[in-house]
């Protein structure tokens, strides 16, 4: 199909009308879509560091005149102002824009001076735009130097009312002085803050050598320096590689230390949380893993914070390695977290690129050298319009009573003024002579006066007829001529115009370096301790238990070994079901009815004082699967499992541990057939008896050792099923418990020994009615 039809008949006019596939309509308005996300939105300009919206915010407050020692506006003006003029989206998007330059715990320098509630580490909210005030910081005023001295260039804004400029002079690196975070559309960027004193310093070292090495700048910009402090772990080399490459983490961890309480008891501080981590969700996590007895060994937390932070950790005992409790925390909280690196920025405004650490402040020198080159022009045409208009002074006072008379009689002063001949034969420029210096002699020697000059003297007050006024006016004259003689000779120098920025940046490290406040490093390097994770039963303290489990399925742990023949309470209508004695470090497995194994720590076990949890909330055991066995976990233990349909296995106890609360399928059953048999192998023979009273002895070997199945054949039946198996010794004889309590012991069992899956004989006198062992 083409792309575009012409069909006069399908337009009134006559004229042509264009009809595109779907696919290019598609995929043009897609492609325009996501250059203006691109470019407008989510990636930063790596010049000053900015998105347009943050850089409007500051544009608007600089028209406001919010200057950092000046008065504080309501936010709702600046987020009002800014997106009527210059920034046409949602007032509540602006408003958060500066929320966040005004928050010191998101922006390492911040932008906005914030007077009421912008938020707080917690994770709450600014107040609303009508509650907040704001005005600029040094730092803005900073990002805006020279803007008036056409530094930078100007566009029209979204309806062509005003002009707003493309990029800012930015006299501080902000790309990775503040850091930035976005999303664009096939694309993103996430760079962290880093401090101005060290990025000054490496700038000023590739100003001097451009082919500085990124190892150099490195011994300048160790690393990111995220205003909530922390420690920052990452190895050296893995640094340096994501410097090189603009992709890469770094890893951070909160600092704490330790407090001593006295009499052996002590506490852990927290002071500093890794970035961008809301300190109330990071209490929450750590709350979550006590009452989960995932870390087992801490027994508080507590949030002590004012105006700094303070998180203090209790420890469940006095003999407790405070190295490991925080390293086990590091590893399950976000007291350690990564913060990506991928500095994809704009280079000139326009292109996107994934920039190394030296082509990032490449770009930020090149700007600040552009901007001299046009400040330093500006200034130059700026003196030479005073120069010419202070010669036009200078040749009014040297013939100063010819230009009265011209002012006084003349109909059309102006053009008398023009017309005039202000040559040396001049009879007031003659007799002034003596006085007059060689540049004197230059501007009474011009012929003519310019429109300009002439538009002065008109203009100049009577008062300046003065003798005072006319040596001042040659100061003047000569101070510019020194200045405009250096400028020159600036803008004509590549080698000054470096010096001058490496000046600039030395101005801007003294400013807003470790001298200022808050200029000094905030997040420390150091090496994370080498540490093997410790397993969780090592952190348990060794305590014995009695665990209880009724027949409806209720579990607790009582405190102790207590007596297990002595009565328990129960609910109505429940009963025991299982009851031995255990440790807290011990673990329990549990098999249900569709042949799935679920292990339960000890130690996360509900206390006894009540009556315990139900153990389907604890895993996730089925309602219509009842409990087949429950016991302590023995490694390298064996373990006889059979289904009502008389098939079975051996699986090794280790095979059966379930790591998640959905447990682990060992036994597969389907259809009517459930998991009846789960009993620990002891012995060198097996014996099982049917519902039909038959009891089968074949030897162990037989069955296979497997980890999971169906299993094969205990015993052949014509009607019913398998109601019981269990493991022995042959040679000591099988063994049960007659109807009258006493224990039988049958030695002679060649009668019903036989070959696995054949029918066996039937019970011998005395065998139990409920046909259990």
Same mark, same amino acid.
């Given at each position: 199909?083409?792309?575009?039809?012409?069909?006069?008949?399908?337009?009134?006019?006559?004229?042509?009308?264009?009809?595109?596939?779907?696919?290019?309509?598609?995929?043009?308005?897609?492609?325009?879509? =996501?250059?203006?996300?691109?470019?407008?939105?989510?990636?930063?300009?790596?010049?000053?560091?900015?998105?347009?919206?943050?850089?409007?915010?500051?544009?608007?407050?600089?028209?406001?005149?919010?200057?950092?020692?000046?008065?504080?506006?309501?936010?709702?003006?600046?987020?009002?102002?800014?997106?009527?003029?210059?920034?046409?989206?949602?007032?509540?998007?602006?408003?958060?824009?500066?929320?966040?330059?005004?928050?010191?715990?998101?922006?390492?320098?911040?932008?906005?001076?914030?007077?009421?509630? &912008?938020?707080?580490?917690?994770?709450?909210?600014?107040?609303?735009?009508?509650?907040?005030?704001?005005?600029?910081?040094?730092?803005?005023?900073?990002?805006?130097?020279?803007?008036?001295?056409?530094?930078?260039?100007?566009?029209?804004?979204?309806?062509?009312?005003?002009?707003?400029?493309?990029?800012?002079?930015?006299?501080?690196?902000?790309?990775?002085?503040?850091?930035?975070?976005?999303?664009?559309?096939?694309?993103?960027?996430?760079?962290?803050?880093?401090?101005?004193?060290?990025?000054?310093?490496?700038?000023?070292?590739?100003?001097?050598?451009?082919?500085?090495?990124?190892?150099?700048?490195?011994?300048?910009?160790?690393?990111?320096?995220?205003?909530?402090?922390?420690?920052?772990?990452?190895?050296?080399?893995?640094?340096?590689?994501?410097?090189?490459?603009?992709?890469?983490?770094?890893?951070?961890?909160?600092?704490?230390?330790?407090?001593?309480?006295?009499?052996?008891?002590?506490?852990?501080?927290?002071?500093?949380?890794?970035?961008?981590?809301?300190?109330?969700?990071?209490?929450?996590?750590?709350?979550?893993?006590?009452?989960?007895?995932?870390?087992?060994?801490?027994?508080?937390?507590?949030?002590?914070?004012?105006?700094?932070?303070?998180?203090?950790?209790?420890?469940? =005992?006095?003999?407790?390695?405070?190295?490991?409790?925080?390293?086990?925390?590091?590893?399950?909280?976000?007291?350690?977290?990564?913060?990506?690196?991928?500095?994809?920025?704009?280079?000139?405004?326009?292109?996107?690129?994934?920039?190394?650490?030296?082509?990032?402040?490449?770009?930020?020198?090149?700007?600040?050298?552009?901007?001299?080159?046009?400040?330093?022009?500006?200034?130059?045409?700026?003196?030479?319009?005073?120069?010419?208009?202070?010669?036009? &002074?200078?040749?009014? &006072?040297?013939?100063?009573?010819?230009?009265?008379?011209?002012?006084?009689?003349?109909?059309?002063?102006?053009?008398?003024?023009?017309?005039?001949?202000?040559?040396?034969?001049?009879?007031?420029?003659?007799?002034?002579?003596?006085?007059?210096?060689?540049?004197?002699?230059?501007? =009474?020697?011009?012929?003519?006066?310019?429109?300009?000059?002439?538009?002065?003297?008109?203009?100049?007050?009577?008062?300046?007829?003065?003798?005072?006024?006319?040596?001042?006016?040659?100061?003047?004259?000569? =101070?510019?001529? +020194?200045?405009?003689?250096?400028?020159?000779?600036?803008?004509?120098?590549?080698?000054?115009?470096?010096?001058?920025?490496?000046?600039?940046?030395?101005?801007?490290?003294?400013?807003?370096?470790?001298?200022?406040?808050?200029?000094?490093?905030?997040?420390?390097?150091?090496?994370?301790?080498?540490?093997?994770?410790?397993?969780?039963?090592?952190?348990?303290?060794?305590?014995?238990?009695?665990?209880?489990?009724?027949?409806?399925?209720?579990?607790?742990?009582?405190?102790?070994?207590?007596?297990?023949?002595?009565?328990?309470?129960?609910?109505?209508?429940?009963?025991?079901?299982?009851?031995?004695?255990?440790?807290?470090?011990?673990?329990?497995?549990?098999?249900?009815?569709?042949?799935?194994?679920?292990?339960?720590?000890?130690?996360?076990?509900?206390?006894?004082?009540?009556?315990?949890?139900?153990?389907?909330?604890?895993?996730?055991?089925?309602?219509?699967?009842?409990?087949?066995?429950?016991?302590?976990?023995?490694?390298?233990?064996?373990?006889?499992?059979?289904?009502?349909?008389?098939?079975?296995?051996?699986?090794?106890?280790?095979?059966?541990?379930?790591?998640?609360?959905?447990?682990?399928?060992?036994?597969?059953?389907?259809?009517?057939?459930?998991?009846?048999?789960?009993?620990?192998? +002891?012995?060198?023979?097996?014996?099982?008896?049917?519902?039909?009273?038959?009891?089968?002895?074949?030897?162990?070997?037989?069955?296979?050792?497997?980890?999971?199945?169906?299993?094969?054949?205990?015993?052949?039946?014509?009607?019913?099923?398998?109601?019981?198996?269990?493991?022995?010794?042959?040679?000591?004889?099988?063994?049960?418990?007659?109807? +009258?309590?006493?224990?039988?012991?049958?030695?002679?069992?060649?009668?019903?020994?036989?070959?696995?899956?054949?029918?066996?004989?039937?019970?011998?006198?005395?065998?139990?009615?409920?046909?259990?062992?």
């Amino acid at each position: 199909m083409a792309d575009q039809i012409e069909d006069p008949n399908l337009s009134d006019d006559g004229g042509m009308t264009t009809v595109e596939t779907l696919r290019r309509a598609i995929g043009d308005r897609y492609l325009t879509y =996501a250059l203006s996300t691109i470019m407008h939105r989510a990636l930063p300009d790596a010049r000053d560091g900015l998105k347009p919206v943050h850089r409007r915010i500051l544009y608007a407050m600089n028209r406001l005149k919010l200057a950092s020692n000046g008065k504080y506006l309501k936010s709702a003006k600046i987020s009002g102002d800014t997106m009527g003029d210059f920034h046409p989206h949602g007032d509540a998007a602006i408003y958060d824009a500066m929320a966040r330059l005004a928050q010191d715990f998101n922006v390492r320098y911040p932008m906005v001076d914030g007077q009421g509630n &912008f938020g707080n580490i917690d994770g709450d909210n600014p107040a609303a735009a009508r509650y907040t005030e704001a005005r600029m910081t040094g730092i803005a005023e900073a990002m805006l130097e020279g803007l008036e001295e056409d530094s930078v260039d100007f566009r029209d804004n979204y309806d062509g009312r005003l002009t707003e400029p493309a990029v800012l002079p930015a006299s501080i690196p902000n790309l990775l002085a503040n850091g930035s975070t976005g999303i664009a559309v096939g694309m993103a960027t996430n760079i962290p803050p880093h401090n101005i004193d060290e990025l000054c310093s490496a700038a000023i070292k590739l100003v001097k050598n451009p082919n500085t090495k990124i190892e150099k700048l490195m011994q300048f910009v160790p690393g990111p320096d995220f205003p909530t402090g922390g420690i920052l772990v990452e190895p050296q080399e893995n640094i340096l590689q994501a410097y090189s490459t603009g992709r890469g983490s770094f890893r951070v961890r909160a600092k704490w230390e330790l407090e001593e309480l006295g009499r052996g008891q002590w506490q852990i501080v927290v002071t500093e949380i890794p970035y961008q981590v809301a300190k109330s969700k990071l209490i929450e996590k750590i709350a979550e893993l006590i009452n989960a007895k995932k870390i087992p060994i801490l027994a508080d937390v507590r949030d002590e914070s004012a105006d700094d932070i303070r998180l203090v950790l209790e420890p469940r =005992a006095k003999t407790v390695d405070p190295t490991v409790l925080m390293e086990t925390l590091f590893r399950q909280s976000d007291l350690e977290t990564r913060f990506s690196l991928n500095m994809n920025v704009l280079i000139d405004g326009r292109t996107p690129k994934v920039c190394s650490l030296r082509e990032v402040l490449k770009a930020f020198v090149d700007h600040r050298r552009e901007v001299l080159q046009r400040r330093s022009q500006y200034r130059v045409d700026k003196i030479e319009r005073r120069l010419e208009v202070l010669e036009g &002074f200078i040749l009014a &006072f040297l013939n100063l009573d010819r230009v009265i008379d011209v002012i006084r009689y003349d109909e059309d002063p102006k053009e008398a003024l023009l017309r005039e001949d202000w040559s040396l034969d001049h009879p007031k420029a003659t007799s002034e002579a003596d006085y007059r210096s060689p540049s004197d002699v230059i501007a =009474a020697g011009a012929e003519q006066l310019t429109e300009v000059q002439t538009e002065a003297i008109l203009n100049m007050r009577l008062r300046s007829l003065r003798k005072l006024e006319e040596v001042e006016l040659r100061n003047e004259r000569d =101070a510019l001529w +020194a200045e405009l003689d250096e400028l020159e000779t600036l803008l004509g120098s590549e080698d000054l115009q470096w010096q001058r920025i490496i000046g600039e940046l030395k101005e801007t490290r003294a400013k807003f370096g470790k001298k200022s406040v808050g200029g000094e490093r905030r997040t420390e390097l150091a090496e994370a301790p080498e540490f093997e994770e410790v397993p969780l039963e090592a952190m348990i303290e060794r305590e014995p238990i009695t665990v209880v489990c009724s027949a409806m399925g209720w579990i607790r742990a009582m405190k102790g070994h207590i007596d297990l023949s002595q009565e328990l309470k129960f609910k109505d209508g429940d009963g025991p079901r299982f009851i031995f004695h255990a440790e807290t470090t011990d673990k329990l497995l549990l098999m249900g009815a569709n042949g799935r194994f679920y292990t339960l720590g000890c130690s996360t076990l509900p206390g006894g004082r009540g009556m315990g949890e139900p153990v389907r909330l604890i895993v996730d055991l089925p309602n219509e699967a009842e409990m087949v066995a429950m016991f302590l976990h023995k490694p390298g233990r064996k373990l006889l499992v059979a289904s009502s349909a008389g098939d079975g296995f051996v699986v090794a106890e280790d095979d059966v541990i379930a790591q998640t609360r959905t447990g682990k399928q060992v036994l597969n059953v389907k259809g009517d057939v459930k998991a009846s048999i789960c009993t620990p192998v +002891a012995g060198d023979h097996v014996a099982c008896v049917g519902e039909n009273r038959k009891v089968l002895v074949f030897p162990i070997e037989e069955l296979p050792e497997m980890g999971r199945g169906k299993g094969v054949r205990l015993q052949k039946y014509k009607d019913g099923g398998l109601n019981d198996a269990t493991t022995f010794v042959r040679a000591e004889g099988l063994s049960w418990l007659d109807p +009258a309590g006493r224990t039988r012991t049958e030695t002679e069992l060649d009668e019903w020994t036989g070959k696995r899956a054949s029918a066996g004989r039937m019970a011998p006198r005395g065998f139990p009615r409920d046909n259990k062992f």
